[in-house]
């Protein structure tokens, strides 16, 4: 079965360093969302592209992250300056459409950050 | 308040029992309904889902919507040492943000 691909899977950094997380979504799949997952909490989501446009944003700190889709398929989350609050699960997801469970999110294993 | 409430337990069972897990939700405008289930150092993966008020069985599993309580249901039957996890409910809006509950971690003890 095809899957979302992330890598890093883990990452530590020092504050006020820069981090990048990349994610592959499934082939075909137009939307590609950016959650985040702070241990004992459900995924909160970041950001969501519609191929390589972004259709919502609202949730992303924009002073420090930034996410990018470039050609429509792969993407890139960002973080710079780090901050100890980052510390967090950062998830990548892709279904074929949005907003139905008709096309259902994948999710990907995350990237595991630590900021000390 | 948050739109989606849900017991992050932990809840513990013995092997072969029928478990209980639940969320309520305050956003009336929530049309779908969805089970996800998340390993430790996995990401979520859908159980299931539905649409209308009622029950919807797969396998040991069986979901349970009431709109007027708003309120969610997900039964696990024979609860097994593998069905150990976190058990997310999850909503949306037709068009709009998936909105997660906290996660309930189930422990289920051979």
């Known amino acids: 079965e095809a899957e979302v691909a992330q890598s890093p899977r883990y990452k530590i950094t020092e504050k006020s360093q820069a981090v990048a997380f990349w994610c592959d979504p499934i082939s075909g799949h137009a939307t590609l969302y950016w959650y985040r997952q702070i241990l004992g909490q459900g995924p909160e989501l970041l950001v969501q592209?519609?191929?390589?446009?972004?259709?919502?944003d609202s949730q992303l700190p924009k002073d420090r992250f930034s996410a990018e889709r470039l050609k429509g398929v792969d993407s890139t989350l960002k973080i710079q300056p780090a901050e100890l609050g980052d510390s967090a699960m950062y998830l990548c997801?892709?279904?074929?459409?949005?907003?139905?469970?008709?096309?259902?999110?994948?999710f990907g294993n995350g990237t595991r950050l630590t900021v000390t | 308040q948050k739109e989606v409430e849900q017991d992050p337990g932990p809840l513990s069972v013995p092997e072969g029992a029928i478990v209980s897990l639940n969320c309520t939700y305050s956003?009336?405008?929530?049309?779908?309904f969805m089970w996800y289930r998340q390993y430790s150092r996995k990401g979520p993966e859908l159980l299931m889902y539905?649409?209308?008020?009622g029950n919807k069985e797969d396998g040991r599993f069986t979901a349970q919507v009431d709109k007027s309580s708003k309120y969610i249901s997900l039964f696990i039957r024979d609860s097994q040492p593998s069905d150990s996890a976190t058990y997310l409910c999850?909503?949306?809006?037709?068009?709009?943000?998936?909105?997660f509950g906290a996660g309930t971690i189930l422990r289920v003890k051979s």
């Open positions: 592209f519609q191929d390589e446009s972004v259709v919502d």
């Open positions: 539905t649409y209308s008020s």
């Open positions: 999850a909503m949306i809006e037709y068009g709009n943000k998936l909105v």
């Open positions: 997801a892709s279904s074929l459409a949005p907003g139905t469970p008709n096309s259902p999110l994948h």
């Open positions: 956003n009336s405008a929530f049309q779908y």
